[in-house]
C-alpha cells in the first residue's frame, strides 16, 4: 500500500473509530495491508484493509496490536 492510502485510512478509520489511537491503528492497517503485498490487482487493497481491519474494531471489544517498537501487545478497549 502506497503511504499516502495508509496515512488517509488511517485518518478515515480514526474519524470513524476516535476511541483508538492513531498509532494503534496505523500499526493494524500495516498488519492487514501486509497480507496484500503480493496482490495482482493493488487497486483493490485499500478497500480490503480497509473492510478488514473495520470488521474488527466493529466486532471486538478490545483489539490487541503489538507494539512495533517493543513488541509488546497493547491491548485497547472500546
Wanted: without cysteine; glycine residues 0%; aromatic residues 6%.
Amino acid at each position: 500500500m502506497h503511504p499516502d492510502e495508509l496515512a488517509d485510512l488511517v485518518a478515515h478509520l480514526h474519524e470513524r473509530y476516535p476511541r483508538y489511537p492513531r498509532p494503534t491503528l496505523e500499526r493494524l492497517v500495516r498488519r492487514v495491508a501486509s497480507q496484500y503485498e503480493d496482490a495482482q490487482v493493488a487497486a483493490f487493497v485499500p478497500i480490503l484493509v480497509q473492510r478488514q481491519v473495520s470488521e474488527q474494531l466493529e466486532y471486538t471489544e478490545t483489539i490487541t496490536v503489538p507494539d512495533t517498537e517493543d513488541h509488546r501487545p497493547r491491548h485497547l478497549s472500546s
